[in-house]
């Protein structure tokens, strides 16, 4: 985890980036810093690079035993608790987000922290939240070895997945989703093409407000 260095005020708008790939040479690393390097520079902006965390992504328990205490899961809970805006960078893989990310989600948005289920409502449809961590925005940013039309035609989109049923019913509201298919595609991909996307990421950024 490192921190940008950035004026500080109590007007200060506080970013925290999370890189859900592993690999730290990826494209989604390079992904991962245009955005940053793109935001405003009063912005004081947290890293969390998950392949560099020693964490458990595992929730060995369910929800009927608490795990024992990881500085890294806390740590993750604070930074959450600190920021006013998170971006997540992270690749689509088998229809889903990386083992690695699920996992931190899994073990730093638990019950009581993130959220609680209301049940005061017997009559509602659906699953009925108490926002612990409402006020925030996030960016999602994701990459595909397909098109990512695809996965939004067929309604299983990983991002559609973190959008409305991780972050939304944390209270999370996503402001700005950035997508890129055919990543290593022979036919397709190309670094010119991978040197756009990069611009259009650090383009959003600076336009984040």
Not at 26 to 43: D, M, T, V
Not at 88 to 111: H, I
Not at 175 to 199: A, E, H, Y
Request: glycine share 6%.
């Amino acid at each position: 985890m490192t921190v940008k260095t950035a004026k500080t005020s109590k007007t200060t708008k506080h970013i925290l980036a999370i890189l859900g790939h592993p690999d730290a040479e990826s494209f989604n690393h390079a992904i991962f810093e245009s955005y940053i390097s793109g935001l405003p520079q009063e912005y004081e902006v947290r890293k969390l690079e998950l392949g560099s965390l020693r964490f458990d992504p595992v929730l060995r328990f369910g929800y009927h035993k608490r795990m024992a205490a990881d500085p890294v899961i806390k740590q993750s809970q604070d930074l959450l608790t600190w920021a006013d805006h998170i971006v997540l960078v992270f690749p689509c893989w088998w229809t889903g987000m990386p083992s690695l990310l699920k996992g931190w989600f899994d073990r730093v948005l638990t019950p009581g922290f993130a959220y609680n289920e209301d049940n005061s409502s017997l009559m509602s449809l659906g699953m009925r939240t108490k926002k612990h961590l409402a006020g925030r925005t996030a960016t999602i940013i994701a990459t595909y070895h397909g098109p990512s039309w695809y996965f939004t035609l067929n309604g299983f989109s990983p991002v559609r997945i973190v959008k409305q049923q991780i972050l939304g019913l944390c209270g999370i509201r996503t402001t700005q989703i950035l997508q890129l298919g055919w990543v290593d595609s022979p036919r397709k991909d190309s670094l010119r093409r991978r040197q756009d996307f990069l611009d259009r990421v650090a383009r959003s950024a600076r336009r984040l407000h």
